[in-house]
């Protein structure tokens, strides 16, 4: 697979992993929807100007993007904290209450099965 199909898998599989269309994706990224199409297809070469509007538009960090493409899988861990870090400190903190509700709960309930 030629390196631009492989990006350009690697974007249509970070996109569906949020539940975006290529709409909604273009929509939040400042692209065109033909531009995030194109992409995805492997038939066009971004520019850094169009890599960096298409990370903001996946809530993630350049360097999660292309260290998750060299590695052939997504780092959940990393693309979680670009989220987290995307957000405001008041939602940044309510994400941090919530995680922490949940995995407590995870926890009671691993716990309740031994």
Known sequence: ?????????HVRSLRKARGMTQEVL??????????VRRLEHGSFSPSLDTL??????????MSTLFMALELG????????VDLILSRSAGEQELSFQVLWALFRQLDREEEAAE
């Open 26 to 35: 273009a929509e939040r990224s400042g692209l065109s929807t033909d531009t």
């Open 1 to 9: 697979m030629s390196p631009a199909r492989r990006f350009g898998a």
């Open 52 to 61: 960096m509007k298409l990370c903001r538009g996946l809530d993630m960090m």
């Open 73 to 80: 899988e997504r780092d959940l861990a990393r693309e979680l």
